[in-house]
Nanobody
Framework: QVQLVESGGGLVQPGGSLRLSCVAS????????MGWYRQAPGKQRELVGL??????NYADSVKGRFTISRDNANNTVYLQMNSLKPEDTAVYYC??????????????WGQGTQVTVSS
């Protein structure tokens, strides 16, 4: 079965950088979209950005600071976060739209990784 496993979260000072990774595995035929969402305490989950085979789109709040990239050969998506702000503090979730070898297509989520931006 499909699994998404994230890594790379942690505590960083304002203005700092972090890189998140997410690897998808288990019965994958093809991956359409991959990307990241986040959920801050007391708020709804929001889109950070998505990437298809080569084009990434971002939420206005992270444009120019965050970059999403993808390694198709290894079913991996990355989120490079620069110039981090306290308001970027949230649990970050990896997302993928995947067609499995059983020909089912569905949305899959990682378990989430905490990013805390604080001095």
């Amino acid at each position: 079965q499909v699994q998404l496993v994230e890594s790379g979260g942690g505590l960083v000072q304002p203005g700092g950088s972090l890189r998140l990774s997410c690897v998808a595995s288990g019965g994958i035929f093809s991956i359409y979209f991959m990307g990241w969402y986040r959920q801050a305490p007391g708020k709804q989950r929001e889109l950070v950005g998505l990437i298809t085979s080569g084009t990434a789109n971002y939420a206005d709040s992270v444009k120019g600071r965050f970059t999403i990239s993808r390694d198709n050969a290894n079913n991996t998506v990355y989120l490079q976060m620069n110039s981090l702000k306290p308001e970027d503090t949230a649990v970050y979730y990896c997302y993928a739209n995947i067609r499995t070898i059983s020909t089912r297509t569905g949305n899959y989520w990682g378990q989430g990784t905490q990013v805390t931006v604080s001095s």
